[in-house]
T-cell receptor
Framework: GENVEQHPSTLSVQEGDSAVIKCTYS??????FPWYKQELGKRPQLIID?????GEKKDQRIAVTLNKTAKHFSLHITETQPEDSAVYFC????????FGTGTSLTVIP | GAGVSQSPRYKVAKRGQDVALRCDPI?????LFWYQQALGQGPEFLTY????????KSGLPSDRFFAERPEGSVSTLKIQRTQQEDSAVYLC???????????FGPGTRLTVT
């Protein structure tokens, strides 16, 4: 099956700085790559996604890039705010979804 | 409309008991996924249905775990003879036929004592 690796596992940034989280995947047939934000005790919430026919997608302060050749994709959050503090998961999907191990992001006011 | 619902939200079981966890999908969603999320970990794929057909159960950790979706709507995840290592949040997610995105339920937190 698919293997998704995610780095870093923890990330602390000052408010207003940027945060970058990186994931790699193993199955070249994976065609959809969502990113989720999960707050403590809550369900994962989709924040942005990208399909395999697109290299980059942006939604306000959040962007995702995909390099199909290298089989990696990244989440970029600019102008971070304290409310961005949460655990972020990447995932890759061919038929079913496989998740990374998560990044705990702390934004320091 | 209503989202994905799961019941119970919390379940405490004594080691060795059987439990049944229910997932009510968004109406019309054909794909249904079950995940196990241990504390501090990402969701781990357990099994996947398309309508009533279980297309992949490769993530079920042992033969104590069994899932069904007999009418292609509500799904039940059953765990027999629960063990302490089964303690986790069990998430259900569903997806429409043409959707890329999956929609998560609130999860069932299972604690085995």
């Amino acid at each position: 099956g698919e293997n998704v690796e995610q780095h870093p596992s923890t990330l602390s940034v000052q408010e207003g700085d940027s945060a970058v989280i990186k994931c790699t995947y193993s199955d070249s047939a994976s065609n959809y790559f969502p990113w989720y934000k999960q707050e403590l005790g809550k369900r994962p919430q989709l924040i942005i996604d990208i399909r395999s026919n697109v290299g980059e997608k942006k939604d306000q302060r959040i962007a995702v890039t995909l390099n199909k050749t290298a089989k990696h994709f990244s989440l970029h959050i600019t102008e971070t705010q304290p409310e961005d503090s949460a655990v972020y998961f990447c995932a890759a999907r061919r038929n079913q979804f496989y998740f990374g191990t998560g990044t705990s992001l702390t934004v320091i006011p | 409309g209503a989202g994905v619902s799961q019941s119970p939200r919390y379940k405490v079981a004594k080691r060795g008991q059987d439990v049944a966890l229910r997932c009510d999908p968004i109406s019309g969603h054909v794909s249904l996924f079950w995940y196990q999320q241990a504390l501090g970990q990402g969701p781990e794929f357990l099994t996947y249905f398309q309508n009533e057909a279980q297309l992949d159960k490769s993530g079920l950790p042992s033969d104590r775990f069994f899932a069904e979706r007999p009418e292609g709507s509500v799904s039940t995840l059953k765990i027999q003879r629960t063990q302490q290592e089964d303690s986790a949040v069990y998430l259900c997610a569903t997806k429409g036929r043409v959707d890329y995105e999956q929609y998560f339920g609130p999860g069932t937190r299972l604690t085995v004592t």
